[in-house]
């Protein structure tokens, strides 16, 4: 791509016609190739993958069996445009007059300041939040729906809502006409080469870059904290990490991430690394490090997970150490596992984990927040029809979900920068870490999605076996750190708090600042980030918890920390990778890893 230069010239017109004529040239390639690839596929995409219609259907009979609501509505709509109209003719005469909407003081789409300072485009502005907020109502307050379908139709009302922004479209947002302008269009052109690039990458579909994937490398910029793969199996490679302390905990500390995304999201810079942080705190730190599966691991199961995974990895520490005993550590979809486990354990009175951390978990699913909407019986079995074809469930396809919760930061911001600013993304390592997606193996994902989410049979008493055991999370003893985020789109922390009505052993629960992600990887330094809430009573009502809970401001990773200490067993002498009865396969991060989604 060619560079820009600070001083706007005049474009010239052959360069301009040469550089539209590759354009087009490459569209054409591009389309052809989307045919042909849906040609071997059997014909175009189900154009409903989500069977969204039959949820707006619905919705439509249910409002149309209210007329009188229908007209209310509209009248106040009308009557909203009216004084939004009045407002801002007084200005445009020169009079002075309050916004009659204004944006929430989070949304970053509205902060350039011809959005307040022109008359045109905060008319633009407020028409939009006033259109917006009433579809949203009007989904609200229309009775008679399921809730599941009630939550589907408010779910992609607000992604239709935040797709038409004005923000979204280059006539209607002043920073893209203001730098088109200045550019004489050049951004246009680059925002279109990036997005023919993105598509190209993303072989016919989408692939939004968020960042600059050049700028970062696993093992090099980031996920450098040393360390040796000591154990590895079809599944997932064992990391021990070199200590930085002269004693260290007897026991070691195991954590299990989840495998929709990898394991760095816990070592991405020195200054933020979990793990170096808890090594420094004196814990033999072991990652368990998942493949990013291929076909040929299609008929692994949620059973090999827990064998292959946490029990393997067990087994490994003690040759490793000599220590029959661990702590561990479970995040999000890790940390269901990690209770599935347990309870299989305990069945078996195998108790050689003495404690248990929960980062954002669920193990309850009757709420499971946004992403149940897409889960029900028509996008499972559509879903299942994919996987059963590749064997897997593409990473993209995953990580696209998990956009859509968060629409406006992590799609259109970069449909804004990367094709109408025609800027490139900025690099990021959080952003890079999150385009790092990885697959998910056939059998195990139908089994999570279905007897999770859908069925919600991990918290019913052996209503389900692991390799040939039934299980039951309340006969779970082992004492119990759960951490919850506030804002958490994934894991509700409302959710995740019914986890301690459920275990027998003693329970903390934690509750952090912010969201999935940045409530966990938040550590101590001068100026936190965020803060957290404790309380050492366990009411059933989350709400009744956090009305009695202390604010502290804040890292929770010392509060975590001093919990941690009273199971490590003492202290002992600290150990090397390498120096047990496992030999050292290779550095740390591993080739694990470094396998790519769509390599």
Known sequence: MPERSEEHKPID???????????????????AEFLDKQQEEGGLSDPDPMHVSDAFIAFTNQLMNNPAKIVQAQFDLWKGYMDIWNRSAQRWFGGESEPAVEADGGDRRFRDEAWEENVVFDFIKQSYLLTSRWTQDLVAETEGLDPKTKKKVDFYTRQFVDAMA????????????????????????????????????GKGKLAIRMTDPEAFEVGGNIATSPGKVVYQNDLMQLIQYAPSTQEVYRRPLLIVPPWINKFYILD????????????????TVFVVSWVNPDEHLSRKSFDDYMLEGPLAALDAIEQATGEREANVIGYCIGGTLMAATLAH??????????????????????????????????????????????GYLDGAEMANTFNMLRSND???????NNYLLGKDPFPFDLLYWNSDSTRMPAVMHSFYLRKMYQENKLVQPGALTLAGTPIDLTAIKTPAFILSTKEDHIAPWMSTYRATQIY??????????????????????????????????????????LEGATYREGSWWPEWAKWMARHGGGKVPARVPGDGRLEVI???????VKLKARE
């Open 410 to 416: 992590l799609i259109w911001s970069f449909v804004v």
């Open 345 to 390: 354990m305990a069945a078996k009175d195998d108790d050689r984990f003495r404690s248990v951390t929960f980062f954002t978990t669920m193990v309850d699913f009757e709420e499971a927040g946004e992403l149940g909407v897409f889960i029900d019986e028509a996008q499972l079995a559509s879903l299942e029809e994919k996987m059963n074809k590749r």
């Open 166 to 201: 004005p923000t979204n479209f280059l006539m209607t947002n002043p920073e893209v006409l203001r730098t088109t302008f200045e550019t004489n269009g050049d951004n246009l052109v680059h925002g279109l080469q990036n997005l023919l690039e993105d598509l190209e990458r």
């Open 13 to 31: 017109p052959v360069e301009f016609a040469a550089t539209m004529q590759d354009i087009a040239a490459r569209s054409q390639k591009l389309v």
């Open 586 to 592: 290779e550095d740390a991060p591993g080739s694990y």
């Open 504 to 545: 027998s052993g003693p329970v903390k629960f934690c509750l952090a600042g912010s969201g999935h992600i940045a409530g966990v990887v938040n550590p101590p330094g001068d100026k936190p980030k965020y803060g957290f809430y404790s309380n050492s009573r366990k009411p059933k009502n989350p709400e009744k918890w």
């Open 268 to 283: 991405l810079r020195e200054k933020n690394s979990f793990i170096r942080w808890a090594v420094s705190e004196g814990f």
